[in-house]
């Protein structure tokens, strides 16, 4: 027996025990083999048990503090939301979704590192979430970059889904679930001009990106209708006194008021209308749903009209399930801004499903997925049927999507019977 033969089978009597050599080479050979099988069995074992156990993580960040965070917490409260529904269900691909949350503050650069922090230092596999349009244009260059999908659960700005575009970029990784400003500008316009015949309005608007873009669409819309605004007044993120723009507004004969800006400033808006006692209504962005407007301009918010994917109202049995599952877990029925809770929830069922459909956590595979869904896919704002396609990140695409909201006795409501009939599929 060779040196080489000898150690062998010293090694595979003491590992059967034995404690010398007193088998033929070939049966403790044959041993060796029995056992390395068992090891390598076992490792394998342990490796497949610790990937089933390893959860998904997954990026969500937004504003939960400041004067956007009625929209934030919404948001995240619907994806939260939709997770543990996931989860419970028995997660995705036999693994739990783990969420890793961040407060962006509204502000850009703050969005722009976390993106970083999500992608270098926490390992997600994708984010969702995003409230403000400047943010979302700040930071979601850094997910292209690591080609990591991201879905837009709340921001509307429009260039949001077109900052990654052919041929430049073969592969758009940024997806949207919520209602773009082209269509929302083309609503608001409608509802002032069409439906109510006002032919001289003003807009205002804030200094953000959110604001400045919201604007460019709003004069696009009226410039369709061959209308150009009497007055274009822009205020500044926290401007408590809105009394000059307002003159300016009034003494140029402004028949109504288009806005873009969020809650804080919109009810220093219709305070000021108030005060000035000048009888204008305000048509604006959804963000005049805020709960922010709505408690700081008290009566004064009062007819307010704005466009709104998710109105708070159980006009579905999955609407009215996700109203439900939101008084349990926030242990209160009011949603401070409802169409960012659905679409925050919508926007992780969409996420779970592509990773279910691509197999993995592959960033390339999920979005490849995400634009070719082909399983119908029941959220709160819709049924989602093929929601994405290769050159199409946006789920609405219609006016047909959006209802007209009203702010009725400090909440808000369908502004129209029929889009109530609509919503409930009637």
């Given amino acids: 027996m060779s040196r080489h033969g000898a150690s062998l089978g010293v090694f595979a009597n003491y590992v059967a025990g034995k404690g010398g050599i007193h088998c033929p080479l070939a049966i403790q050979t044959r041993r060796i083999a029995s056992v390395l099988r068992a090891i ?32 934030g917490i919404s ?11 996931i989860n419970d269900a028995g997660g995705v691909l036999g693994r739990q979704i783990e969420l890793v949350e961040y407060d962006d503050e509204a502000r850009n650069e703050r969005g722009a590192q976390i993106a970083q922090e999500l992608i270098d230092k926490d390992r997600v596999v994708a984010a969702v979430g995003i409230v403000n349009t400047g943010v979302a244009l700040a930071s979601q260059r850094h997910f292209q970059q690591a080609r990591i999908p991201v879905i837009t659960a709340v921001a509307t700005g429009t260039l949001i889904t077109r900052q990654f575009l052919p041929p430049e970029h073969p592969d758009n990784f940024v997806f949207r679930a919520s209602a773009n400003d082209t269509f929302q500008a083309e609503m608001i316009v409608a509802e002032a001009i069409d439906r109510r015949g006002f032919r001289r309005v003003a807009i205002f608007h804030d200094a953000t990106n959110y604001g400045q873009l919201g604007r460019d669409d709003l004069e696009a819309a009226l410039a369709a209708k061959g209308i150009h605004p009497v007055a274009v007044e822009r205020f500044q993120i926290r401007q408590a006194d809105m009394t000059a723009q307002l003159r300016r507004a009034r003494d140029a004969g402004a028949q109504a008021i288009l806005t873009y800006g969020i809650g804080p400033e919109l009810a220093q808006i219709a305070n000021g209308i108030a005060r000035m006692r000048w009888p204008v209504p305000l048509i604006g962005s959804w963000t005049l749903a805020m709960s922010n407007f709505i408690d700081d301009a008290g009566p004064h918010a009062e007819g307010a009209r704005m466009p709104q994917t998710f109105i708070q109202e159980p006009t579905t049995a999955k609407r009215s399930a996700f109203l439900e599952a939101w008084r349990r877990q926030t242990g209160t029925t009011r949603i401070p801004v409802p169409p960012a809770a659905a679409q925050g929830y919508d926007s992780m069922l969409l996420l779970a499903a592509a990773i279910r459909k691509a197999g993995g956590t592959d960033g ?31 789920t609405i695409n219609s006016a047909h999507d959006i209802f007209m909201g009203e702010v009725r006795n ?3 409501v369908f502004a129209y019977e029929e889009d109530r009939r609509r919503a409930s599929g009637r």
Avoid: W
Wanted: with cysteine; net charge negative; glycine share 10%.
């Fill in 40 to 71: 390598v069995a076992a490792v394998c074992l342990t490796v497949l048990s610790a990937f089933a156990d390893e959860s998904i993580r997954v990026g969500v960040y937004g504003p939960f503090t400041g004067g956007s965070s009625p929209m």
């Fill in 75 to 85: 948001m995240r409260e619907g994806i939260r939301i939709a997770t543990q529904e």
């Fill in 364 to 394: 390339d595979a999920i979005r490849e997925a995400l634009e070719n869904l082909n399983e119908k896919i029941e959220g709160v704002v819709m049924t989602y049927d093929r929601p994405f396609t290769k050159t199409n990140h946006e």
């Fill in 410 to 412: 400090g909440a808000v």
